[in-house]
């Protein structure tokens, strides 16, 4: 993302904070004692819009606020109070506090409709966190070498069918493989004959991600009503297999993602429902490819537009193939340190969640590095910018630059700057169980891509758009290939 991209996202950002401090405030604030502690310096709302429709809410601006404000600053929008917090010193309470002090409020009802009534935002904290722990444990990192061979086989079918040579649009290509992949790997051997009608169900499920159905998820536009439709053919399809499978006996069970959540239990001995599993299976999948998708897609338009870091990874891929002969498995890829640099600095410069929100139900205190403190009181909307804090220059040398080294071994800038310095994938009590299998099923796509094509991008690099909420290329990537074997 290059400075002018990420001045369109701010002037969107801030379009859709104003918006969001108004869904939120809706919501009921406790009331609260007042803390004789400093508040955090106060931006004027006339002189923000005048500057907003001025010359834009862009980088410069952001500069101008942290520079005279400092890394905490308050936005008074309309009565709702917006609170930046700027760089990773500040922003353990997002990402540690408990739900009764900042929650993520009603943002995620537009989640509700996609994934259902019974699961995550849908039901109350209690219900929401054994869910997630059930999803959690259906994930675990011992659970990841056996998704090594699916993974394979859908890459391997998928890529037969390119040519000698020729050209694709590289962003069509990895979406819709990703989506093969998982619902491959996560929903099941039952759904392998149906990977297009699940792939296009799940397509119209992404199109419910957009500025109109975060703020008006049950609004019947054409989009919600496709969303819907898709929803109830995938709850359909997957409370037929259920069904099925607990018809069988024990011996017959198999054992994937959808079998551990047949057998979860809650606290209570109460089995998980059909609906509440076809919920969590939706939201995992969609999650697992959305992000992946994003990521697979950025990082070739990186790689084949960085000759270093793509000769880097391609001599790291020769060096397996020697040390495993061809015969590349789990133990392979977690050797793949070069391919991995690649992808997390992707994930730095087009993180999937540019900005986060949440809601202080409670005061909490916060210090800058600079030593100062500041309470932030309960009932403020706390909005953290990643795209901004993945770019700045105290934590990231040349933020600009793609410099995948910048996170090997003796360098470490992430580390050296903090404990979230890099959020991608969120951070303590909200950190994404899904990490793991995400960079998996990337380097296996990218593995075989540099191990088994010439590829060159032939269309200009792409711009970010931002109208889905997610930062994806704008428009087509373009690449042309030719088929080779990478040998030692």
Known sequence: ?????????????????????IKIARGKTSSHILSTRSR???????????????????????????????SVFTINLFGA???????????????????SEISIGNLNDLTIPMFGQEVLYGVDTAIRSEQINFMVDALKLSQLRSFIDPMFEEVEAYFVKWGQDGMVDLKHELDQLLMFISSRCLLGYELHAM?????????????????????????????????DKAHARLKEIFSTIVRSRRSLCSSQAQEDVLQRLIDSKYKDGRSVTEEEISGMMIALTFAAKRTSAHTSIWTGARLLSNTESLMAALKEQMHIISKYQNQIGYDAFLEMDTLHRCIKETLRMHTPAPVLFRKAHETFRVQTKEGKEYDIPGGHNVVIPTALNHKLPCIYKDPEAYDPDRFALGREEDK?????????????????????FAYLQIKVIWSHLLRNFESKIISPFPKTDWRNLGGEPKGKLMISYKRRQLTC
Request: glycine letters at 10%.
């Open 1 to 21: 993302m290059d400075m002018e991209n990420v001045a369109t996202w701010f002037t969107i950002a801030m379009f859709l904070i104003t918006l969001v401090a």
């Open 40 to 70: 955090p310096p106060s931006v004027n709302a006339i002189a923000l819009l005048y500057s907003l429709f001025r010359k834009g809410f862009g980088l410069p601006f952001v500069h101008d606020l942290y520079t005279r404000f400092g």
């Open 195 to 227: 990977h297009e009608e699940i792939y296009s169900l799940f397509h119209e499920l992404e199109k419910g991600v957009n500025i109109v159905s975060f703020f008006f998820p049950y609004f019947p536009t054409p989009t919600n009503r496709r969303r």
């Open 416 to 436: 050296v700057g903090g404990k979230y310095s890099f959020t991608s994938f969120g951070g303590g009590r909200h950190f994404c169980p899904g990490m793991s």
């Open 81 to 99: 109070n917006i609170t930046l917090l700027v760089g990773p010193n500040i922003s353990a309470h997002l990402f540690q506090g408990l739900e």
